[in-house]
């Protein structure tokens, strides 16, 4: 079973806000990844964590705080954003880590509105 | 620098036209091709994953194939249920590469 559990799954927010995004999975999976994706795009790298590290940040801007707080969570921290940060947020993991060769898996999303 | 293009960018068949989606590559040392469904407003649903030229793999209507420079989606008998967007993604050989997407195939069965 190959499950990712995003929550919310809606979100509006003001810009002045600060609020979280939260991911979850209990398949022993390694690594966890945050993408986000806009309509008709496909689905752009943000943040991936190998082994609850950070291993790459795809030099997003510091309104999106990324937390890994165990290998089965992963929150994304949303503070100041902007209109234009409004987008479907996946959240991913995939079983070694984040080896080539490793099939990512990914939630349903949650879909963030900013106002 | 690798590329990865999906054709075509939009398909419309009738229900029970066959056909096939493209995804063509330029990775230096493959290491995984990836498949992925995906319905509007929902997160991709992984579909198939290929590591070398020749492997084919299927599931209900649907074939994943594999050659040096390309992968193809063979759709049999489609159902309107099938309808979605098909992402194609690329893996390159080396440490922690994270997956290339292609653009996707915008799949539309009608009854």
């Known amino acids: 079973d190959t499950e990712v559990t995003q929550t919310p799954k809606h979100l509006v927010m003001g810009m002045t806000n600060k609020k979280s995004l939260k991911c979850e999975q209990h398949m022993g999976h390694r690594a966890m990844y945050w993408y986000k994706q806009k309509a008709k795009k496909p689905p752009e790298l943000m943040f991936v964590?190998?082994?609850?590290?950070?291993?790459i940040n795809e030099s997003v801007p510091s309104r999106f705080s990324p937390e890994c707080p165990n290998s089965s969570l992963l929150n994304l921290h949303l503070h100041a954003l902007q209109p234009e940060d409004s987008a479907l947020y996946l959240c991913?993991?995939?079983?070694?880590?984040?080896?080539?060769?490793?099939?990512?898996?990914f939630g349903e999303g949650s879909w963030l509105t900013v106002v | 620098e690798d590329q990865v293009t999906q054709s075509p960018e939009a398909l419309r068949l009738q229900e029970g036209e066959s056909s096939s989606l493209n995804c063509s590559y330029t990775v230096s040392g493959l290491r995984g091709l990836f498949w992925y469904r995906q319905d509007p407003g929902k997160g991709p649903e992984f579909l198939f994953t290929l590591y070398s030229a020749g492997e084919e793999k299927e599931k209900e209507r649907l074939k994943a194939t594999l050659t040096k420079k390309e992968s193809f989606l063979h759709i049999t008998a489609p159902k309107p249920e099938d309808s979605a967007t098909y992402l194609c993604?690329?893996?390159?050989?080396?440490?922690?590469?994270?997956?290339?997407f292609g653009r996707g195939t915008s799949l539309i069965v009608h009854p």
């Open positions: 991913a993991s995939s079983p070694q880590g984040a080896l080539s060769g490793n099939t990512i898996y």
């Open positions: 993604a690329v893996g390159r050989a080396g440490g922690s590469y994270i997956p290339t």
């Open positions: 964590y190998s082994y609850e590290k950070l291993s």
